[in-house]
């Protein structure tokens, strides 16, 4: 079974509830995209594990754990990848459960180096706004202004959301109070946007209050001051 579950026995990973919320979203979007619902996608994707005993369907309900984020699909190379063997029959779907907006909101410390090469891994319209000259060997990243915090906010996507947070994250390395309020005020104004994308209908309030709740650990420009 090519799943993590979420354990609280002795040696078992704890499940980041980044991945349960990208899994949720996931689902929502293959849903979404095929019109099947969890006992549907499971009889597509796994009809072998879908029998039927005195009338009535056995199955693990993979995909009910996968709708309600109790389960992660493993996503790597050398195993059976249910994330690309959904891609193939339903394409886009892998962008939203591959999106750097869920590598930028894990809790593991990001270096500088890390925040930039997520930078540059969006799309050139994206980049355009974010570097100078993307032409060049080495592209200079633009001061973040209102004017880019403008611009961003009218992509209404997930990128823009994930440079609001890698900003808020780059805040916390270099100490700066005014590049985390112009990250906040990203954050705030494309939220309305990310409201009407029907991916997120079901996960967005999680998802903010997920941010929300990180926001205090994130905001130190200093071991013994904290940003306000």
Same mark, same amino acid.
């Given at each position: 079974?090519s ?12 499940r ?6 990208r ?6 979007? /293959?849903?979404?995209?095929?019109? +099947?619902?969890a006992y ?9 594990q879908?029998?039927? /005993? ?24 050398? /195993? ?22 869920w ?14 090469? +997520?930078l ?7 980049k355009?706004?974010l ?29 823009s ?31 309305p946007?990310? +409201?009407?994308?029907s991916?997120?209908?079901?996960c ?22 904290? +940003?306000?």
């Open positions: 079974m799943d993590t579950k979420n354990g609280t026995g002795r040696g078992r990973p704890t980041c509830p980044v991945d349960s919320i899994t949720r979203v996931w689902f929502q979007t /293959v849903s979404l995209h095929t019109g +099947m619902n549907a996608l499971e009889k597509c994707f796994h009809p072998l879908v029998r039927y /005993v005195d009338g009535k369907s056995v199955r693990p309900r993979l995909w009910d754990r996968y709708r309600d984020g109790v389960m992660i699909p493993k996503d790597k190379l050398g /195993v059976d990848n249910l994330i690309d063997r959904v891609e193939e029959q339903v394409p886009l779907t892998a962008w939203w459960f591959r999106h750097v907006l590598r930028a909101l894990q809790p593991k410390r990001l270096s500088q180096e890390d925040i930039d090469d +997520m540059f891994a969006f799309p050139n319209d994206i355009a706004v570097f100078d000259d993307l032409q060049a060997k080495f592209p200079k990243q633009k001061p973040f202004n209102q004017e880019i915090v403008a611009q961003l906010s009218l992509f209404g996507h997930l990128d959301l994930a440079i609001a947070i890698l900003m808020v994250r780059k805040s916390e390395l270099i100490a700066s109070i005014e590049l985390r309020d112009l990250a906040l005020s990203l954050y705030h104004e494309i939220q946007a990310l +409201m009407q994308l991916e997120l209908e079901k967005f309030p999680d998802l903010f209050s997920y941010i929300d709740s990180q926001y205090p650990p994130w905001i130190y420009p200093s071991p013994s001051e904290r +940003m306000r």
